[in-house]
Structure formats: structure tokens, C-alpha cells
């Protein structure tokens, strides 16, 4: 197993110095945007399972502030003059064909109705788990297929958020009394059960936790296995490193062949004692 982790070690240093240092730089961005990503989505994760545990359960009388949770029923928005109401809250769909893919959703702001009144709910700022989902895959092509999800009218959902009185009010849905807006992060409606919503979003985390560490240590060892490379000179190795992305950008293999070593003057033998 050890011999397994050394003959790792050293294809990665070895991968790392090969690296131009534009390259390096581009790779170092790379991961740095995966990591703060990762680590966006695993925070934000961490505190919707929080909440979902944690949160208190209020009705829309409610003025507690903070994140709370809320029970009640989905609604559609007001129907636009001429056309009739929708059966349909929110719908989204997902379609792939090869290397193709589009998604469609709806836009439409709805609210959440429970025995107190209506708080809307901003589409558009909200995550939003549906209890209806259907799945579809190409009879003779299987790279074709179609995932498509919706809230029904009259669908039990719970949310998580912060109740805003006074706002400014929302299209569509200006008769509600109050807004469910993003609190800590969080602002999740969900037509799946608070059990499901804390699972899906657990196991999410346990992906994306993992992937932040894995993207830091591969920015530190990165960082490390290149700058190596390079001759320490007066200033250490990350001024000669800068030297180099000024004067050879694309120049690879950074080590003892790389010009910049080839530059530095040797050391002169130490000479034995008379």
C-alpha cells in the first residue's frame, strides 16, 4: 500500500511540474472555482438539514425571525386576463439527446396558502423540490430522454425561509400578506417530505463535502509539487515562478532542465582545507 501511495505521489509531482506555468495558472483557477463551489453548496446543504431539523414550525401569523418552516398547501399565481387558471404551480423539464441537453421551467411566482393567508414565493431565488416527477427514455435511442417535474395545485408542501411583511409585492401574486424570502442562505419549497428533503440534501452534502477537501488538498500539493520546480533564488521560488509566467509562459517540465535553473550560477566547490 505504501509502495501504491509513493508511485501516487510521484506521478503527481511529476504531473504538476510538467505544467507550464500558464497552464498552472489556468489549472490552479480551475480548482480554486470548483472548491469555492463545492464549498458554497455543501454549507448551504449543511443548513438546509439543519433546518429541516432545527427550525421552528410557525403559521403565516407568524413574526419570528430568522429561518422558520412553513406548512400549507401550493397555489398558482393570479390567472393574466383572458386565459384560465392552471392546474399546474411549477413545472420544469430536463431534456438530453447525445451531448445535447435543455432545461424549461416556469417563472411564475405562486404562494403558499395555509388556514392564516397566502406568502408568496420568488421563483426565481427559490429551490424547489416537486412531489411530481416522471422520467422518460428513448424507446430505440437511449442517449435521448426526458426528466420532467411539477407542483400541482392543492399540493402539501413545507418550506423553509424567512416570513417579510411590507415588502414590495411580487407579479402575479400581489394579494399575498407576506413573502418567504432567503434567510442564512436557505429558501427551499419542497413537495417532498421533510424525511426526503433531509435525506436528498444530506447525501448531497456527503458528495460535496468530500470534493471541497479533495480540491483543496490539490490546491495546496498543486501549489507545492510546481513551485519545486523552479530555482529558489534570491527571493524564493514563487518570485522565480512569476519570472517565469512573465518571460515563458508556455515553457513546460519545470526542474533542473527549465531555462531558469540553467541560468542560475553554480556554487562554487568548497575547497579542502591546506
Keep these: 500500500m505504501n509502495e501504491d501511495l509513493e508511485r501516487l505521489h510521484d506521478m503527481l509531482v511529476a504531473a504538476f511540474m510538467a505544467l507550464s506555468p500558464a497552464v498552472f ?8 472555482g470548483l472548491l469555492l463551489w463545492a464549498l458554497r453548496q455543501a454549507l448551504r446543504n449543511l443548513r438546509i438539514v439543519q433546518a429541516v431539523a432545527k427550525a421552528p414550525l410557525v403559521d403565516l401569523r407568524s413574526t419570528v425571525a430568522g429561518l422558520v418552516k412553513i406548512r400549507g398547501t401550493a397555489h398558482p399565481p393570479e390567472p393574466r386576463p383572458g386565459r384560465a387558471p392552471s392546474s399546474i404551480v411549477w413545472y420544469s423539464r430536463h431534456r438530453r439527446s447525445g451531448n445535447n441537453t435543455s432545461t ?7 404562494v403558499i396558502r395555509d388556514a392564516h393567508g397566502d406568502c408568496a414565493v420568488n421563483t426565481g431565488k427559490t429551490t424547489i423540490l416537486p412531489a411530481a416527477s416522471l422520467a422518460t427514455e428513448g424507446f430505440l435511442d437511449k442517449s435521448r430522454s426526458s426528466v420532467e417535474r411539477a407542483l400541482y395545485t392543492g399540493d402539501a408542501v413545507f418550506a423553509l425561509g424567512a416570513l417579510r ?25 419542497s413537495g417532498a417530505s421533510e424525511r ?29 509539487a510546481h513551485l519545486i520546480g523552479y530555482p529558489p533564488g534570491n527571493d524564493g521560488s514563487a518570485a522565480t515562478f512569476l519570472e517565469a509566467l512573465r518571460t515563458t509562459p508556455w515553457k513546460g517540465e519545470a526542474g533542473p532542465d527549465h531555462p531558469l535553473w540553467l541560468q542560475t550560477p553554480a556554487e562554487p566547490a568548497s575547497q579542502p582545507p591546506p
Excluded: Y
Excluded at 104 to 110: M, Y
Excluded at 206 to 219: E, F, R, Y
Design 104 to 110: 424549461l421551467s416556469t417563472t411564475d411566482n405562486f
Design 25 to 32: 495558472v489556468a489549472v490552479f483557477a480551475i480548482l480554486l
Design 196 to 224: 426526503e428533503a433531509k435525506v436528498l440534501h444530506t447525501l448531497w452534502f456527503i458528495v460535496q463535502a468530500p470534493l471541497a477537501l479533495l480540491c483543496l488538498g490539490l490546491l495546496g500539493f498543486g501549489t507545492w
Design 165 to 189: 411583511f411590507g415588502l414590495p409585492p411580487l407579479s402575479g401574486v400581489a394579494h399575498a400578506r407576506c413573502q418567504l424570502v432567503r434567510s442564512s442562505g436557505v429558501l427551499l419549497v
